[in-house]
């Protein structure tokens, strides 16, 4: 007989298993075994033969104790129940992580500003300064970076009094091509079919009202500059002339083209600022801006005298140099050597220009991260010979309630000898319920009333009006007796398309209210493919021009 605790095989007349001497029964394995529960209530078989199991470990009843019941789970087999258990408790702990970690992850997104103020406030300050004028508010209106690496066809059509002109330019900055499609009408009769056409490989020109030996004229950059200089024209253009105008033309630049935005954001960020300038922050302050209380923190750059002075001599000397070879390129290279020793002269009085006094800028930080106040010290300007310094002083306050630069009010106030004149701009602009506001006026200020002048733009589109005029736009200055601009037409804005169509201009000049004209204009996503010319029947521009030279000596 098989013990089924230890499975010793014991001899069939056996009462103990000899083994670990538990009392041993015999069982038939048809019995009903209802009332008692062995091994976890199923009947053990072995070859259909009796088997014998212990007694006393399994004949349970409602009263059994702990001690009892311990027993018997020695020897039972787990309960289910308990798995389950068990599963449950860890489901529940990894719910447990899953939240706690999605809080931490929550409170650093909406601390992050917080926490970057305590570990780089100067950081934290072009963080707010980029958030405060951030311009998605604009974006939601019309984002015109949608266009910016696709290719692009851009409509202009005008109209008045019977003269007009149609042109559409097909443009792709990272293909570096342009297709340039010209009408002119003088009222009396049309030109059309005037084609440019803009590649680093190949220029091509068509004006057949112009020249009709070939349908293109063209032009190689690569020797544009050598066919000038054969041409016999003194001085000769640079080398590398059409090439900074390919350039510039297709948004690119010596380094290789750097990102606009990018050049925004170093300005818009004051990281400038970081080369030159002491950072320090600390102080707390309560303004009051539009009827309600701030509380601001107080984060200022100092730039000595000495650096102010360094910095705005390098700023004069690149100015110059800027002005001096655009100047060059514009007429070509003739009497540079003139127009320098001209230029050095005309310069030389900026470099007797000086400031006096460091140069504080302070931005003041609200809770929600904005910036709501921006203020320059005043400071001096003197200039050598001159008797007198010009004091200067700035401050900008930024009072929207969601967004900052909603309702803006600047004032550059310049003072000289007991005369104070001051240079103001306010802006305010909505958008509510599809329709966007702006207004914004310019103005001069002086002590004097005559001394008073100012120039108005106020602008309303109602983007969910899809069906007639939607936008105008008034400019005015000097008020009600000056002179004003006004456009309207309907403006729409689409996935891919962006139109301004039945657009009107009118010009008040104060004399007649009847000058008007009529234009659209539009920009497009197209197929960078349809940039493209048929330059079958073409020839230089070269070549026809030494063709039209000897057709003129025959005669």
């Not at 309600?292 to 001599?313: P, T």
Request: charged share 30%; aromatic share 12%.
């Amino acid at each position: 007989m098989i013990c089924s605790k230890c499975n010793f095989e014991n001899s069939t007349d056996a009462t103990y298993c000899e083994s670990c001497g538990e009392k041993l029964i015999a069982l038939d394995t048809d019995q009903d075994n209802s009332d008692e529960v062995i091994m976890n209530n199923e009947t053990l078989e072995q070859d259909e033969n009796t088997v014998f199991v212990p007694i006393s470990p399994v004949s349970v009843d409602n009263s059994t104790t702990e001690g009892d019941a311990e027993k018997i789970s020695n020897h039972a087999v787990a309960d289910p129940s308990r798995k389950n258990k068990s599963e449950n408790k860890g489901f529940i702990a990894v719910i447990a992580i899953v939240i706690f970690v999605a809080l931490i992850v929550g409170l650093g997104i909406i601390l992050r500003y917080k926490f970057l103020k305590l570990v780089n406030p100067e950081r934290y300050l072009q963080v707010s300064l980029g958030r405060t004028f951030s311009d998605k508010s604009d974006m939601q209106l019309i984002d015109m970076s949608k266009y910016a690496d696709q290719a692009v066809e851009y409509e202009f059509s005008v109209e008045s009094e019977g003269v007009g002109a149609d042109i559409s330019v097909l443009y792709d900055a990272e293909a570096e091509k342009a297709l340039f499609e010209m009408l002119f009408d003088n009222g009396t009769q049309v030109y059309d079919d005037n084609l440019m056409y803009i590649s680093r490989e190949l220029i091509a020109i068509s004006f057949p009202e112009l020249f009709n030996d070939a349908t293109f004229l063209t032009i190689d950059p690569d020797t544009f500059a050598d066919d000038i200089e054969e041409l016999g024209t003194e001085p000769s253009l640079p080398s590398d002339y059409i090439d900074e105008a390919l350039d510039m033309f297709f948004g690119k630049s010596e380094a290789g083209g750097k990102n606009l935005d990018e050049v925004a954001a170093y300005y818009r960020e004051a990281k400038f600022l970081e080369d030159f300038a002491e950072f320090s922050h600390g102080k707390s302050v309560t303004e009051k801006i539009n009827g309600k209380r701030y509380k601001l923190d107080a984060m200022s750059y100092v730039i000595s005298e000495d650096d102010a002075n360094d910095y705005l001599q390098d700023a004069l000397g690149a100015y110059k140099q800027w002005f001096f070879d655009s100047m060059g390129y514009m007429y070509q290279g003739y009497e540079l050597e003139t127009s320098q020793e001209a230029f050095d002269s005309a310069f030389d009085v900026f470099s007797g220009i000086k400031i006096k006094g460091d140069i504080i800028i302070t931005y003041y930080v609200d809770r929600n991260d904005f910036v709501r106040i921006i203020s320059v010290d005043e400071f001096e300007l003197s200039m050598v010979g001159e008797s007198g310094d010009l004091a200067i002083e700035f401050e900008m306050l930024l009072g929207g309630k969601n967004n900052p630069t909603d309702d803006i009010s600047a004032i550059l106030t310049l003072s000289a000898e007991g005369e104070e004149v001051e240079l103001g701009m306010d802006w305010e602009q909505s958008f509510e319920r599809g329709v966007f506001k702006r207004e914004i006026e310019v103005f001069i200020d002086g002590e004097r009333k005559e001394e008073y002048l100012s120039a108005t733009f106020e602008m309303e589109w109602d983007t969910k009006d899809k069906m007639g005029d939607n936008f105008e736009a008034v400019l005015s200055f000097g008020g009600e007796n000056g002179f004003v601009i006004e456009v309207t037409g309907a403006l729409t804005d689409g996935k891919s398309e962006t139109t301004f169509k039945d657009g009107k201009l009118r010009i008040d000049d104060g004399y007649s209210e009847n000058n008007i004209i009529d234009f659209e204009c539009s920009i497009s996503m197209i197929d960078p493919k349809d940039i493209s010319i048929d330059l079958e029947d073409s020839m230089s521009l070269f070549d026809y021009i030494e063709k039209i030279e000897e057709q003129s000596m025959q005669f």
